[in-house]
């Protein structure tokens, strides 16, 4: 059984950081896609980063880019997403996803499978 728990959201002024975290069970991170998604009300699911460690590939959205950080522990089966210079468009609820995507799809939400419960960030200006 697949098994994702994210953590680390909260509350933080525009301008500073937070770092998410995905617990992973019952697939490991180094041989599946993982990546990071972000929803708000009455939006679609939006692309935040993703990386394919055994491709060598990571992907951001454009939005993100400079200012994010994606990475994997693969000792401790976790995904990580460093966040800095947060805005209040950054406000969202953020879902780590995990999947056995290709390089080409590391950015579609259709090509994860598995999905965690989502941890709410919210950025003050």
Known sequence: QVNLVESGGGLVQA??????????????????????????????????????????????????????????????????LQMNNLKPEDTAVYYCAAGRVIVSSMTSVSAYNYWGQGTQVTVSS
């Open 15 to 80: 301008g500073g950081s937070l770092r998410l975290s995905c617990e992973a069970s019952g697939v490991t991170v180094s041989r599946y896609g993982v990546g990071w998604f972000r929803q708000t009300p009455g939006k679609e699911r939006e692309f935040v980063a993703a990386l394919l460690r055994r491709a060598g590939s990571i992907r951001y959205g454009d939005s993100v880019k400079g200012r994010f950080t994606i990475s994997g522990d693969t000792a401790e089966n976790m995904v990580y």
